[in-house]
C-alpha cells in the first residue's frame, strides 16, 4: 500500500493496492483525513507523532495498526510514513504499508510490483527536481526509502577512485541498530576479488545468499562478508558507457535471504538511476571547472579579449582590454565601439569591414586598427575576430593586442638604421662591413677611393678576391680573424699593409677590424681602415 498526504494528513495519492485492501474507490480515498481510517484503539497518540513527524524533514516513524476497510472490518498492517515535505512533485507525507498479517506471505522486496513501482517514481523525483550540489541527500533518501520499504538491513554505494582505481563506499544507509561499515569499507580494489571482481568488471551482478554458496577459493569475499556481518549480500554494477563507474551493495545481516529476480531487478533499477545522478554531477562539475579555468584565462590573458554580439555591442571584455581603453566594464557593456567613442573616423572604414566579416560568419584578422582610449590617447592595436556560437547564439570572440611598444621600438629601430646609415656614410675614414664568410656587405666612400672599384663590384665580392691586397696580407687578416672567432676574443685586430689601388699609386693603410656578436654569436666583421702618412718604397 502507498499513501501519499498533505501535512494536514489529507489524502493526496492513494495506489490501487490501497483501493482494493480498503474497498474503497479513489473518490472516497482523495480529500480524506488518513486518521479517519484508523481504527480508534490505535488512534491515542498517533496524531501527536504524525505532527512531530511533520516538523522533522526527511525523518520517518515505524506504526503497527489497524486500518478501516469500507465495511468496517480490521486490516492490520505494519506501515512507514516519511516526510517528503520540501520534496518536489511529492510535497507530502509518505506512507507505505505492508498487510501485517502472519498467514499471508510476504515477498522481502515488495507486497506488489504496483507499490514497488510507486516507491521508484518517489526516489527518482528528487534526482529530477534538486540541483546536483543536493545530491548526497537524494541519494541517502533514496537508500534509506528503498531499505526500509524492503527490509534490507544495509544498503550502500561504492564509487570508483580515480586516482588508483579502486572503490570506497560513499553513501550508506542502516537501519536501526545495524552498524555501519564506510570507515573500513574504503579503497577496495576490485581486482583482489577473484569471484566478486570478475563478474562486476562484466558488468554482472554478484548475488550471494549465505557465505555457505561461497566456493573455497572465494577467500578474500567471504572475509569481507565476515569482518561485516553481513549474511547475504547482492552487488550491482553502475555502469555507464560501458564503463564500472561503481557498485550497489544490498546486504541483510540479521537473517540469510534467498534472492530471486526481483530483488536483483530493484537493486539494480536503483543502481541505474544513482548512476545517472552521479554521471550528471561529474559532468556538471567538469563543465564546471573548465568554466572556472576559462574565466580564469579569460580575464588574466596579457592580451584584451572581447565579446560582441553580431550588432557589435560589448558583452564582456577581460582586465587587459580594459586597460587597453582606459574604460571600465561597466562603462562599455551593451554599447558599440563608436558609442562608447573608441572608433576615430579614419578607422570607420576599417571597422565596418571587420564587423562585416564576421557578421558573414568569417574570421577577420590579424589587422591594425587605430582606437582611442578614454583619456583622448590615440593607440594602434591589432586585431582578430571570430564567431562563436554560445548558448545557441552566434557572437563574435575578438582579442585585441597593443602595438604602441612595437610601432614605437619600429620607429627607434628606423630612426636608428638611419643614423647608422649616416654615420657610415660619413664616416670620416674608410669603413666596411664582412659577414663571417668574408664576404662584402657594405661600405662607404672611402673604401671605394682606398680600392679605386665602384661600389656596385665591391658589393658581394668577397674579401679575398680583392686584387688590391698581396696575398699574404690576405692570409694574415685571416689567419688573425680565424684566432679571434676560435678564442672568443674580441678585442679588435690591427694590421698593417700595403694596398694598390686601380688607377691609382700604392698606400700604406692601418687596418683596424673587430668581430661583431648578435645574441651573443658572432655575426659579423667591421673594418675600419685608415691611410698612413708616408710613401710606399719600391
Excluded at 507525507?93 to 522486496?109: F, G, Q
Excluded at 572503490?167 to 577473484?194: A, N, P, R, Y
Excluded at 610601432?407 to 670620416?428: I, N, Q, V
Aim: with cysteine; charged share 30%.
Amino acid at each position: 500500500m502507498l499513501i501519499i498526504t498533505d501535512n494536514m494528513g489529507r489524502i493526496e495519492y492513494a495506489n490501487p493496492a490501497t483501493e482494493q485492501l480498503l474497498d474503497m474507490d479513489s473518490e472516497r480515498l482523495l480529500g480524506s483525513n488518513i486518521l479517519d481510517h484508523v481504527c480508534p484503539e490505535d488512534m491515542p497518540g498517533l496524531p501527536k507523532r504524525l505532527e512531530e513527524l511533520s516538523s522533522k524533514p526527511e525523518k520517518s516513524i515505524l506504526m503497527e495498526i489497524c486500518l478501516l476497510r469500507r465495511d468496517g472490518s480490521k486490516l492490520p498492517v505494519k506501515a512507514r510514513a516519511h516526510n517528503l515535505l520540501g520534496i518536489p512533485r511529492v510535497n507530502g507525507i509518505m506512507i507505505d504499508a505492508s498487510v501485517n498479517a502472519d498467514e499471508t506471505p510476504r515477498h522481502p522486496i515488495a507486497n506488489s510490483q504496483g507499490e514497488l513501482d510507486g516507491i521508484i517514481s518517489l526516489i527518482i523525483t528528487p534526482f529530477i527536481y534538486h540541483s546536483s550540489e543536493k545530491l548526497d541527500d537524494c541519494i541517502n533518501f533514496t537508500l534509506r526509502s528503498i531499505g526500509q520499504f524492503s527490509d534490507a538491513d544495509r544498503f550502500g554505494v561504492f564509487l570508483r577512485n580515480e586516482s588508483d582505481k579502486t572503490f570506497s563506499k560513499t553513501h550508506e544507509w542502516c537501519d536501526m541498530q545495524i552498524e555501519g561499515t564506510m570507515e573500513m569499507t574504503q579503497s577496495v580494489d576490485l581486482d583482489l576479488f577473484k569471484n566478486w571482481g570478475r563478474l562486476l568488471n562484466q558488468m554482472d551482478t554478484v548475488a550471494i545468499g549465505s557465505l555457505e554458496e561461497l566456493s573455497p577459493k572465494d577467500d578474500l569475499e567471504r572475509t569481507f562478508m565476515e569482518e561485516r556481518g553481513i549474511k547475504s549480500i547482492i552487488c550491482a554494477p553502475m555502469v555507464s558507457n560501458e564503463e564500472l563507474v561503481g557498485f550497489m551493495s544490498y546486504e541483510t545481516v540479521s537473517e540469510r535471504r534467498s534472492w530471486d529476480i526481483r530483488d536483483i531487478l530493484m537493486v539494480k533499477t536503483v543502481g541505474n538511476i544513482i548512476t545517472s545522478a552521479v554521471v550528471r554531477k561529474r559532468a556538471e562539475d567538469d563543465l564546471k571547472r573548465s568554466e572556472e579555468r576559462f574565466k580564469q584565462l579569460f580575464e588574466l590573458a596579457p592580451d584584451g579579449i572581447y565579446i560582441n554580439d553580431m550588432d557589435g555591442n560589448f558583452l564582456d571584455g577581460n582586465q587587459a582590454a580594459q586597460k587597453l581603453i582606459g574604460y571600465e566594464k561597466d562603462e562599455i557593456l551593451g554599447k558599440n565601439m563608436l558609442e562608447v567613442g573608441l572608433l576615430p573616423e579614419d578607422q570607420l572604414e576599417k571597422a565596418a569591414m571587420g564587423l562585416g566579416e564576421s557578421m558573414d560568419g568569417n574570421p577577420y584578422g590579424p589587422a591594425e586598427l587605430d582606437l582611442l582610449r578614454k583619456d583622448g590617447r590615440r593607440i594602434t592595436v591589432e586585431i582578430m575576430t571570430h564567431p562563436i556560437r554560445i548558448a545557441n547564439e552566434t557572437m563574435i570572440l575578438g582579442m585585441v593586442r597593443d602595438l604602441s611598444r612595437r610601432k614605437k621600438a619600429e620607429r627607434d629601430l628606423r630612426e636608428s638604421e638611419a643614423r647608422y646609415r649616416m654615420l657610415f656614410e660619413h664616416f670620416p675614414g674608410a669603413i666596411a662591413l664582412i659577414d663571417l664568410e668574408g664576404t662584402l656587405i657594405e661600405c662607404n666612400d672611402g673604401i671605394i677611393d682606398i680600392t679605386g672599384e665602384k661600389k656596385e663590384d665591391l658589393i658581394g665580392k668577397n674579401f679575398g678576391e680583392l686584387e688590391t691586397m698581396r696575398e699574404e696580407d690576405l692570409l694574415r687578416f685571416g689567419e688573425m680573424f680565424m684566432e679571434s672567432l676560435a678564442s672568443g676574443d674580441r678585442a679588435p685586430m690591427k694590421l698593417d699593409l700595403d694596398v694598390f689601388p686601380k688607377n691609382a699609386p700604392p698606400r700604406r693603410v692601418n687596418v683596424n677590424a673587430c668581430v661583431l656578436e648578435k645574441d651573443g654569436e658572432p655575426h659579423s666583421i667591421i673594418v675600419v681602415v685608415k691611410e698612413k702618412k708616408r710613401k710606399i718604397g719600391l
